[in-house]
């Protein structure tokens, strides 16, 4: 499987589940990639299990809100690797029933926003650069399907709307660089990672949403398969968009 064979990928704010999933997925198919997240109890494993296939990966532990160490790894893993092909921002977090904005603090709202949105600012500050050199390459963001972000809270549905409305201007912004930027909306994925790789998922809808839903599509907008679509939102919710519903009650 080489869909991303030599391909430079950084993945940045790896977390355990559609995060690590696309690691372990875009290693499988050639890439070399770059783990990014603030704590090393997820990434340093994952790198480790990768590099124990025989395939490429590193992990990088470092805060992705914080501008000067986020461009600093970037750099650094640009000048290890040769170039960058691709860039993940998969930072997110606080999925947190609060339906009530008079009770919402405003420390909550500032720390969505940072790890949502800043995060990404500062993360295709420091890549568009590398991508420019290396002749184009492509952006992905990660947003949330609109049911999640409705049952979630304010500033979560805030930043996720912001994410999609960043990548859009920005897509425009790359387009005479080569440069495409899409965002997938993920709906609410339920079903675990499996240990050590990423299985094609289920053919069926009516399901829970797992992992590896994310990372395919990922797969698709990071490759080569996908050289004319850029500035797009996918939402990726097992139907909850066109109000089908994901069977919650599955388990």
Sequence with gaps: M?????KVVILAGVGRGM???MALLFAAEGANVFLLARKNEIIGPTAALIQGKGQRAAAVQVDVTNKEALESAVNQIAAAAGRVDGYAALAGGFYKHLNNLQKIEEDFFDMVLENHLKSIFHGCRAVIPHLQRAGGGSILTIAAAYKTQRDANIAYSTAKAGVCG????LARELYADNI????????LVRLPLEEDTVNVPPSQTQRLGHPADIAYAALYLLSDESPWLTGQTLSLDGGDEIFAGQPYDLT
Aim: with cysteine.
């Design 166 to 169: 960043f990548s859009k201007t």
């Design 180 to 187: 495409r930027v899409n965002t997938i909306c993920p709906g």
């Design 2 to 6: 080489n869909r991303l064979k030599n």
């Design 19 to 21: 995060g690590r999933a």
